[in-house]
């Protein structure tokens, strides 16, 4: 449970990094932040998809695909707009 919970606060974390770059994004114009936004992004997903990957591995081999629930869940809902932009773009 404490490895679903964990693969469960990667993935908002990442999915708040990714709803910052949008605002940022949104707000850029001539006067616009001196870095590139999408770094917020990319830097977020860097830092939270070992732990996420690692956590669900451990998690499955310990109590078995069934019984770890949260921690694929939640790591399903992690990589699917990984999936989405490989396969759309």
């Known amino acids: ?15 708040c990094s990714y709803a910052l770059t949008v605002v940022l994004l949104q707000d850029t114009g001539t006067d616009g932040p001196p870095f590139f936004p999408g770094i917020i992004s990319l830097g977020g997903l860097i830092l939270t998809f070992p732990p996420a990957l690692i956590c669900t591995l451990i998690a499955v081999k310990l109590v078995g695909w069934r019984h770890s629930w949260l921690a694929w869940g939640s790591f399903a809902i992690y990589v699917i707009p990984i999936v989405v932009v490989l396969l759309f773009m």
């Open 1 to 15: 449970m404490v490895l679903g919970v964990i693969t469960l606060l990667c993935t908002l974390g990442w999915y």
